[in-house]
């Protein structure tokens, strides 16, 4: 699909592929590759049955369905907003890609590497988020038993974790700002490091051996645990 070209409804089969500098619509990638070039904007992409969506620097993916073993893969430049991930689909945002309001739900994953950024990603029951290796997440709401998993070289700001969902921060990685409430947990691992953990109204925070969190705050009916050679430090109890 060229500048200035578009198209509507269309179906890419296994061993097909799209190109697309110009717009398109609704395309069902049964199999098949879409790429999002510079200039191209794709709009309801359906990536089904082990199908990929590649969105390259200056390209842009909005309302994305990835399920049934699908890819989304957001590289360099390229931004992709409002995607929805279930059923063992999966979105990758490597290289500085960006993404918007990610969707993840049941069996859908989330995967932000190498200077990429997540923002406002929401991850509900059976998905996970993961975030290393330079890969930054901003502004995530985990509950209904999800997962954002921050593991070395990574870092979450400003989560948001309640309903039995659960932010894990690994060794080497980071979490800031986060708000746990309500059910929800923060682990701290041995090598993690938190700061500025707010844990109110039936959250908790669980530092273990080796785990450090520094300048939480801890009200209404929160919850800090912190086990045999964790450490805590300028904790605010009120």
């Known amino acids: ?44 992409t359906f990536v089904d049955l082990g199908a990929t969506q590649f969105v390259f620097s200056k390209g842009s993916a909005s309302g994305t ?9 957001v590289h360099s430049g390229g931004s992709a907003s409002f995607t929805t991930v279930s059923r063992g689909g999966n979105q990758y945002l490597v290289f500085s890609g960006t993404a918007i309001s990610t969707t993840l739900k049941t069996g859908g994953s989330e995967y932000v590497y190498s200077a990429a950024t997540a923002s406002g990603t929401m991850v509900s029951t059976g998905a996970t988020q993961y975030v290393s290796k330079g890969g930054s997440a901003v502004s995530t709401t985990v509950s ?17 974790v309640n309903f039995s969902g659960n ?42 051996s ?8 801890v009200s209404n009916g929160g919850i800090e645990v912190v086990s045999f050679g964790g450490t805590a430090d300028f904790t605010t109890v009120s």
């Open 144 to 160: 209904s038993g999800g997962t954002e998993f921050v593991h070395s070289g990574g870092s979450a700001i400003s989560t948001t």
């Open 210 to 217: 080796g785990g450090v969190t520094t300048g939480s705050v």
């Open 1 to 44: 699909v060229y500048f200035g070209g578009s198209e509507k409804n269309g179906v890419v089969s296994s061993g097909g592929g799209q190109a697309v500098f110009g717009t398109t619509s609704n395309v069902a990638l049964d199999g098949g590759n879409q790429s999002v070039l510079s200039g191209g904007v794709a709009s309801g």
């Open 167 to 208: 932010e894990s921060v690994l060794s080497g990685g980071s979490a800031s700002g986060t708000t746990v409430s309500s059910g929800g947990f923060e682990y701290v691992y041995s090598g993690g490091t938190t700061t500025g953990t707010l844990v109110s109204i039936g959250g908790k925070q669980i530092v273990s």
């Open 65 to 73: 369905v990835v399920n049934n073993g699908g890819t989304q893969a």
